[in-house]
């Protein structure tokens, strides 16, 4: 795995994580990070699951914009930290690191991206603003920005037992996007991380199956 810069637009420079495929990459996946950073998670992500599939896996260290080196843990500390910075960060910040690893890191490919947690409501802007096809797994901050026109295709997933995300919420965001595919699973929040308590398999196993599926259909070369 390496670790290169990233420049945005707005002149502010971020580390991003890379994982490179074996072989020619099908295309690249930006990876937008949870409110606990670029962590062991994250980076097991961009590997084991979009690398390994053949992707130019790239993770954009957002929080690097307020204070380098931010890795959280899985604690009530750490989520309090979490929503802090994400909350200090905003949202028009994370997108323009999107585009500066689409641009530099996946010039030349097609590019997506997905997002987990916070990141998932990333991913979802991703789809209405930058125009990428985007993943997003259990936003929770989605929902006030349902009346975006998706530009993109786009995909989300949830998990039917999560505390943090009603499944009213859900059903909303149905409402809104009746052709946006809305995935639920017999899961909690947070259900793709790997080795962590919130971990389910099976529900892990088929989304990436779906997500890879969506990233075969959309991110083709011209």
Not at 199 to 216: G, P, Y
């Amino acid at each position: 795995m390496d670790t290169v810069m990233l420049h945005a637009i707005d002149g502010l420079a971020v580390r991003a994580f890379v994982a490179r495929p074996e072989g020619d990459p099908k295309g690249c996946v930006v990876v937008a990070q949870e409110i606990f950073g670029v962590n062991d998670h994250i980076r097991w992500v961009i590997a084991e699951q979009y690398a390994r599939a053949g992707y130019l896996a790239v993770a954009p260290a957002f929080f690097d914009r307020i204070e380098p080196d931010v890795e959280l843990g899985y604690t009530p500390e750490g989520t309090a930290r979490g929503r802090a910075l994400v909350d200090a960060l905003g949202l028009d910040a994370p997108l323009r690191d999107i585009r500066a690893a689409a641009q530099q890191i996946g010039h030349g490919l097609p590019v997506g991206v997905v997002g987990y947690c916070w990141g998932g409501t990333v991913a979802y802007l991703a789809a209405t603003r930058l125009g990428l096809p985007a993943v997003g797994y259990y936003g929770g901050r989605t929902a006030p920005f349902l009346h975006e026109r998706l530009q993109a295709p786009a995909m989300l997933h949830f998990g039917e037992h999560d505390k943090l995300i009603t499944m009213d919420t859900v059903r909303r965001i149905s409402t809104a996007h009746p052709a946006l595919p809305c995935h639920v699973y017999p899961a909690g929040h947070g259900f793709n991380r790997f080795g962590h308590p919130d971990w389910h398999a099976e529900s892990a196993d088929t989304a990436l199956a779906r997500t890879l599926a969506f990233f075969r259909q959309h991110l083709t070369h011209d």
